[in-house]
């Protein structure tokens, strides 16, 4: 059977049996719109494989004289260099096509596939002593033979790691690295999902698990999960607290839940699902695209979907919330129009509360996130969906707005690599590294540290590369930096101690 037939049996099944949101995704994995662009309008003088040519400078394995980031390169094809033999391209292409060509590029120039998730690809995992610019450091493995798709980890005081498996459920890993059975007694997590392009869309997945700030006097864990709707295959974001005794789950109650009218068919892959605490007796939540579309509710303040949410730790709506006043809002909502936030971390030290979150193709973000704001998804972004349509979903929706209203990211991802969920790292053993953020990817499988100035990032550091796709960090009680990874062959834990 030939690929294509194959891509459009999956459309089919999928749109079927509800996924309309990565119809899109699917229907140009068959084929990139800009790759035929590129090879009618520019491979004559770049080469087919950007290698260049002697009418045209390669374009890949070198830095780029007029600027390497996807806007430099946008801003190249647009103007031209007439003068030394580069046309002119805004007249003949329109800006959508050329800020395609600018991603094509970058994502090339990166190395990142544009439909290679490194589910699969080999697990390297280097055993000797690696070098950075301030600390040279080790990998050393924690557990290994893990479900291929865990989601969290929180490591305990006594160095025992409690771990969520989206598709299982919540367990600890003892020091020696071993696996318990699962905590009996929690939500089910549901594992029905539809695999495609090697990537798993599921539904009723657990995702974040984290201490209570005060876990040592409280014992209080909280599990964020895509929670299931009795006799239905809908699921939605819920926040639930408890206490673990004996290998069971106790005392459990809701921190969090939306109304039943909002769950959905959507698969729980963009619902974000993290959770931070600010030490002030406040909780942070993330909610991603979980609507019937991925522009679905995001900018709507009744619906929960492309939100930050703070509640208090026990479930009671904080009384200066941004939206408690307006009418029809939710009064959780702390910030809105994120996509697919898949970090949180709340610095006790700054009092700065940042998140990273997955744009489409192109436009992943850092975004510092303040009260009442609009990150902007899905009326603008520094991506395009995956059919190559530029993000201005505003004339669909019927809103208007201004670009002055809407935040700005701290950093502009683009190419995309998938970013994950990230630490500030306060731990003591790599004291060169303290304050900074140190970040894990999925598709482009990095660990990167961030260095900050104030709400600046200043300086960037790809600490791994190429190991495996990083779903989780976490700091350890022993300062060591903790690395989940997904990987098909399983789930493994590592960790990173100076050398
Ligand atoms: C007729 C030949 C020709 C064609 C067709 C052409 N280019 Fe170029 N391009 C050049 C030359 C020559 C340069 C180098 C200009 C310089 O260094 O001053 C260049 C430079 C560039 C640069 C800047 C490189 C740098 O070092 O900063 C980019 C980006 C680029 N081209 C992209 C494209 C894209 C995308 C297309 C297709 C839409 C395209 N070019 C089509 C000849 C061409």
């Known amino acids: 059977m030939s690929r294509a037939r194959i891509v459009g049996i999956v459309i089919v099944a999928v749109v079927g049996s509800g996924c309309v949101a990565i119809y899109s995704l699917l229907a140009s994995v068959a084929r990139d719109p800009f790759a035929a662009v590129y090879a009618e309008n520019c491979a004559v003088c770049h080469g087919a494989e950007l290698e260049g040519t002697p009418l045209g400078t390669p374009l890949a394995g070198r830095d780029l004289l007029y600027g390497d980031s996807a806007d430099a390169i946008a801003r190249s094809i647009s103007d031209g260099f007439p003068a030394t033999g580069m046309p002119a391209w805004s007249k003949t292409l329109d800006p959508g096509q050329i800020r395609g060509l600018a991603l094509l590029i970058s994502e090339r120039r990166a190395n990142y596939g544009r439909t290679d998730f490194k589910t699969d690809a080999p697990l390297a995992i280097p055993e000797g002593p690696l070098e950075s610019e301030q600390h040279r450091f080790r990998l050393e493995p924690v557990a290994r033979g893990l479900h291929p798709l865990p989601f969290s980890i ?10 969520t498996e989206k598709t299982r459920g919540l367990s600890i890993v003892s020091t020696g690295g071993e696996q318990s ?4 007694g929690t939500p089910p997590a549901h594992d029905d999902g539809v695999e495609l392009l090697r990537l798993v869309f599921g539904r ?12 040592e006097e409280n014992g209080w864990v909280y599990l964020h999960f895509g929670d299931r709707c009795r006799d239905c295959a809908k699921s939605m974001n819920k926040l639930i607290r408890g206490r673990i005794e004996g290998g069971r789950w106790i005392d459990q109650q809701t921190i969090w839940q939306a109304d039943a009218s909002t769950y959905t068919r959507t698969p729980d892959m963009g619902a974000g699902g993290r959770i931070s605490f600010d030490g002030e007796g406040h909780v942070f939540l993330s909610v991603g695209i979980k609507g019937r579309s991925n522009h679905d509710g995001i900018q709507d303040l009744g619906l929960p979907y492309g939100k930050v949410h703070r509640v208090h730790d026990d479930g009671r709506v904080p009384a200066d919330n941004p939206f408690v006043g307006v009418p029809g809002a939710l009064k959780s909502i702390w910030t809105y129009g994120h996509r697919s936030p898949q970090g949180l971390e709340f610095d006790r030290v700054t009092g700065r509360l940042w998140s990273t979150e997955m744009g489409p193709r192109g436009g992943d973000e850092l975004n510092l996130l303040r009260p009442g704001r609009n990150y902007g998804w899905p009326l603008t972004s520094k991506g395009m ?3 190559g349509t530029p993000v201005e979903y505003g004339k669909d929706l019927g809103i208007e707005f201004d670009l002055e209203d809407l935040e700005q990211p701290v950093l502009d991802l683009t190419p995309s690599p998938a970013v994950s969920s990230f630490i500030v790292y306060r731990g003591s053993r790599f004291p060169k590294w303290q304050d900074d953020l140190i970040a894990g990817s999925l598709k482009a499988t990095e ?5 900050l100035e104030g709400e600046e990032v200043v300086h960037r550091e790809t600490l791994l590369s ?5 779903r989780d960090v976490e700091t350890g009680p022993d300062g060591a930096i903790y690395l989940l990874l997904e990987h098909a062959s399983g789930g493994q834990i590592v960790r990173l101690v100076p050398d």
């Open 447 to 451: 660990l990167t540290r961030w260095v």
């Open 154 to 163: 929180a490591p305990l005081p006594d160095g025992r790691i409690l771990l």
């Open 385 to 387: 969906d995956y059919d």
């Open 466 to 470: 190429g190991i495996a796709r990083i």
């Open 204 to 215: 009723g997945w657990m995702m974040d698990v984290a201490l209570h700030p005060d876990y």
């Open 181 to 184: 059975e699962l905590i009996q």
